[in-house]
């Protein structure tokens, strides 16, 4: 029985220790905190909790719902930060219940290399650990800090602060229009804070497609987030009491935000510092693990998975990994594919994607085409609020092979794995057209918009 040490328990190296003893491994993980990671503790399940409540607030407040009429209706911070937690701490617990039922080892504390393939756990050596077949490390990553004048303010946190603060602030500067920004923009904005974000490149969203991030910012702004792009953030200081005074750098001059918060929302870095990697001659670029096309590092019978080796910093990508070094670890082989890692984001309206966009395929030398889905013809999108919303679906124009999904409106990061299924597959445009989906849902946009690749949509007159 082979055994393998996973060192980390987020949605990584969970996932991955509990493959390993379903495929008959010996497993242990060791984690230093709390089961889950980022994602369960600091990341995706309290942001989304905390926008389920700002959202239904504001569409409550704004008589979003049609024939719902209320007075007086208020958010309760504090028990939305509780049902946040609630949640954690559920989900939480929930892991570690998979792992004791699946007979993973359990070791909690620090854990570092000492030599090659030799782990410590708070500096000392478990025999239980001893002379593992494999190590993989799923050590996450942490909120990327950023240089400026002022950063060590008191007004200035980042993610895992936000989703921390006992009170709502009435202000927020957010600094990063990526996705880490725009959806924390979306928590805040509903929940009736002033938010203003503050983004250097031209345009939000940059790793979304174009057309699909100029809607997304065009929902923000009308949900009064102010949005500055091109716009550096030059310093912080301190303003009233409870207010920082925010300097940006924009359109050649510069401009001065209150805000009474300052998010640094600029994305993250690998958590590698205290794993000692070089003592297990494992080599690193900017802190993130090198790996192979299986994960293993330079270092044989190590591998790297999930946000430490930086390819994909999402939560089921990190599970996939996981499931793909355990599978090469004890076959020789695994399925994973990183061309066709869905992305989501939960702005409202939501944005998933998949695959290439019709200019990154073009650029990769596809002869490729595009067919687009507006949903405003489209019944249930119309149901459940009308709002600006697409469905693209990008496609080789020789071979029919679909190469990318994009979707912006609601529930789509519920649909996307329709197209992630189709793709997986080699599948074609005939796959999603065929498909029969029921109605009336917002699905019913994937099969519209992959006929319109040929022109001949049913719920859309023909495009010109």
Same mark, same amino acid.
């Given at each position: ?31 230093? &905190? ?219 001059? &510069? ?46 019978g190590v591998f ?13 990508a990190a599970s ?12 020789? &082989? ?49 149901i459940d609020g ?11 124009? &020789? ?66």
């Amino acid at each position: 029985m082979k055994k393998i040490l996973v060192v980390g328990g987020g949605p990584g190296g969970y996932v991955a220790a509990i493959k390993a003893a379903q495929m008959g491994a010996q497993a242990h993980i060791v984690e230093r &905190r709390e089961f889950g990671g980022t994602c369960l503790n600091v990341g995706c399940i309290p942001t989304k909790a905390l926008l389920r409540s700002a959202l239904f607030y504001k569409h409550v407040k704004d008589g979003d719902v049609a024939g719902v009429k209320a007075e007086r209706v208020t958010l309760d911070w504090a028990e939305a930060q509780a049902h946040k937690q609630a949640v954690v701490n559920r989900l939480v617990g929930g892991v570690g219940g998979l792992l004791k039922a699946n007979k993973v080892a359990v070791h909690k504390g620090e854990a570092a290399f000492a030599a090659p393939g030799v782990v410590t756990v708070d500096g000392k050596a478990p025999p239980q650990l001893a002379n593992p077949d494999a190590v993989i490390v799923a050590s996450g990553s942490v909120p990327a800090p950023l240089a400026f004048p002022g950063a060590d303010l008191p007004a200035v946190i980042d993610s895992t602060g936000a989703l921390a603060l006992a009170k709502l602030p009435r202000s927020v500067c957010i600094v990063g229009g990526g996705v880490i920004g725009v959806e924390f923009a979306s928590v805040f904005a509903s929940a009736g804070a002033r938010v203003a974000i503050v983004e250097l490149l031209p345009e939000i969203l940059p790793s979304v497609d174009a057309g699909i991030a100029r809607m997304a910012r065009v929902a923000l702004e009308r949900a009064g987030v102010r949005v500055l792009t091109g716009a550096k953030l030059a310093a912080v200081r301190q303003g009233g009491a409870d207010e920082a005074s925010v300097e940006v750098e924009a359109g050649g001059g &510069r401009l001065t935000l209150a805000a009474e918060k300052v998010l640094v929302g600029v994305g993250r870095k690998p958590d590698t510092a205290a794993l000692a990697l070089e003592k297990a001659g494992v080599g690193t670029v900017r802190g993130a693990i090198k790996v192979d096309g299986n994960f293993e590092t330079g270092a044989r019978g190590v591998f790297a998975i999930g946000d430490c080796n930086a390819q994909v910093m999402l939560a089921h990508a990190a599970s996939a990994q996981g499931e793909a070094a355990v599978e090469y670890i004890l076959t020789g &082989r695994h399925h994973y594919d990183p061309r066709i890692i869905p992305s989501c984001i939960y702005t409202e309206p939501e944005i998933a994607t998949v695959g290439l966009s019709l200019g990154q395929a073009r650029a990769q030398g596809f002869d490729a085409v595009e067919g687009l889905f507006d949903l405003a013809g489209n019944g249930k999108a119309m149901i459940d609020g009308g709002g600006p919303g697409v469905v693209k679906v990008v496609a080789d124009r &020789r071979l029919g092979e679909v190469l990318g999904v994009h979707m912006i409106g609601p529930h789509v990061t519920e649909m996307i794995a329709e197209a992630v299924a189709v793709m997986e597959a080699e599948g074609l445009v005939e796959d999603l057209l065929r498909t029969v989906h029921p109605h009336p849902t917002v699905s019913e946009a994937v099969g519209e918009a992959a006929r319109a690749v040929f022109g001949n949509a049913i719920h859309w007159p023909p495009r010109s």
